[in-house]
């Protein structure tokens, strides 16, 4: 199956410092999820890209795809506490195997 | 229902004996996955179906493990003979089809052994 590498593995911030987490395919991926998963609870669906090169915002969170379909990011803008958890990318496979995720954690 | 649904929520066994955990996914929703959560560490893939079937079962830890799905709804993840090592959250997430577009997660059911 296909293997997608995310880094870093952790992650501490300041609040109101910004974060990314990337992920790396060594083969082409038909598309890629992101998944936020707060501590003590269970993953939630964040976006889905699916085109070379997209790009899509939801508010302070800025997602990338690739040109080449292989990698892509999670840019969050001024962190809050709020943004506190694991972050999963899980690349196109009817398996949706998830890989280790970030762990973010944020100093108030 | 309006969710993924997981039963029981806790549940604590003693070494040695069988655990069946239960998922009811949503209603319409093709592809039901199970996945096992240590704490503190990511998810790890035990197996999924489409529809009834389980086209990849590679991800059971080992043939204490098994699972099933009927009338392509609800599935059952049975553990035989539980050992220490299986406490862990055991998670259910189900999506329309096996290539998303988003998979819907349950609460989970915290196993453990003793």
């Known amino acids: 199956g296909q293997q997608v590498m995310q880094i870093p593995q952790y992650q501490h911030v300041q609040e109101g410092e910004d974060f990314t987490t990337y992920c790396n395919s060594s083969t082409t991926l038909s598309n890629i999820q992101w998944y936020k998963q707060r501590p003590g609870g269970h993953p939630v669906f964040l976006i889905q890209l699916v085109k070379s090169g997209e790009v899509k915002k939801q508010k302070r969170l800025t997602f990338q795809f690739g040109e080449a379909k292989k990698n892509s990011s999670l840019h969050i803008t001024a962190t809050q506490t709020t943004d506190v958890g694991t972050y999963f990318c899980?690349?196109?496979?009817?398996?949706?195997?998830f890989g280790k995720g970030t762990k973010l954690t944020v100093n108030p | 229902g309006a969710g993924v649904s997981q039963s029981p929520s806790n549940k604590v066994t003693e070494k040695g004996k069988d655990v069946e955990l239960r998922c009811d996914p949503i209603?319409?929703?093709?592809?039901l996955y199970w996945y096992r959560q240590s704490l503190g560490q990511g998810l790890e893939f035990l197996i999924y179906?489409?529809?009834?079937?389980?086209?990849?079962k590679s991800g059971l830890p080992s043939d204490r493990f098994s699972a099933e799905r009927t009338g392509g709804s609800v599935s059952t993840l049975t553990i035989q003979r539980t050992q220490q090592e299986d406490s862990a959250v055991y998670l259910c997430a189900s999506s329309l089809s096996s290539y998303g577009p988003e998979a819907f997660f349950g609460q989970g059911t915290r196993l453990t052994v003793v």
């Open positions: 209603s319409g929703h093709t592809a």
């Open positions: 899980v690349g196109g496979s009817e398996k949706l195997v």
């Open positions: 179906f489409q529809g009834n079937s389980a086209p990849d």
